[in-house]
T-cell receptor, first 116, second 113 residues
Framework: DSGVTQTPKHLITATGQRVTLRCSPR?????VYWYQQSLDQGLQFLIQ???????AKGNILERFSAQQFPDLHSELNLSSLELGDSALYFC???????????????FGPGTRLTVL | ELKVEQNPLFLSMQEGKNYTIYCNYS?????LYWYRQDPGKSLESLFV?????AVKQEGRLMASLDTKARLSTLHITAAVHDLSATYFC?????????????FGKGTRLSVIA
């Protein structure tokens, strides 16, 4: 158990719908990362939050958005869903780091999204 | 753009044999991580490599880092069936701080009797 929790584990929805994925980082971790894993694209970074602020953006579609709340949990919102959005969505967290040390990221169990 | 390339992408090994997975990367970040993923499961951290010449070992797995060649290897010794999984290497986008990781495509390892 990594200490990172994600809900729900599975989500089945229809095209055009909107869903929210939730993540709670490990205790003490300020950084939350969202990754998408699909068969054709592999593991892709979507977005990072650090202590409530957006820190970095990756290959995140405009239909997707995220936020991190004061208690440090994060939500990823996916809207106008398409068949191609079906994937495993992982949240990860890492301990605060200023220099060049370990940025080891701990992954949650993931949310498997199926868009029908 | 940072690129991380792993090879091979698929590996079928006999039990008891040795093999090496290679991970090349294009950045100067030099902070490299190895993860294991079982089918349908999450990613489990295996090794953290932070400096040139770093070597870490856990059981039948040994990882090393050559920052000058921008190359990491994951060596498997006397493979057993329990090692069957997909192995990913990943590199930090930046050389310091909390940054996103860029992952290789993964090496799917199958150990057969």
């Amino acid at each position: 158990d990594s200490g990172v929790t994600q809900t729900p584990k599975h989500l089945i929805t229809a095209t055009g719908q909107r869903v929210t994925l939730r993540c709670s980082p490990r205790s003490g971790d300020l950084s939350v990362y969202w990754y998408q894993q699909s068969l054709d694209q592999g593991l892709q970074f979507l977005i990072q939050y650090y202590n409530g602020e957006e820190r970095a953006k990756g290959n995140i579609l405009e239909r997707f958005s995220a936020q991190q709340f004061p208690d440090l949990h994060s939500e990823l919102n996916l809207s106008s869903l398409e068949l191609g959005d079906s994937a495993l969505y992982f949240c990860a967290s890492s301990a605060p780091l200023a220099g060049g040390g370990s940025n080891e990221q701990f992954f949650g169990p993931g949310t498997r999204l199926t868009v029908l | 753009e940072l690129k991380v390339e792993q090879n091979p992408l698929f590996l079928s090994m006999q039990e008891g044999k040795n093999y090496t997975i290679y991970c090349n990367y294009s950045t100067t970040s030099d902070r490299l991580y190895w993860y294991r993923q079982d089918p349908g499961k999450s990613l489990e951290s295996l090794f953290v490599l932070l400096s040139n010449g770093a070597v870490k070992q856990e059981g039948r797995l040994m990882a090393s880092l050559d920052t000058k060649a921008r190359l990491s290897t994951l060596h498997i010794t006397a493979a057993v069936h329990d090692l069957s999984a997909t192995y990913f290497c990943a590199v930090d986008i930046m050389y310091s701080g909390n940054t996103p990781l860029v992952f290789g495509k993964g090496t799917r390892l199958s150990v057969i009797a």
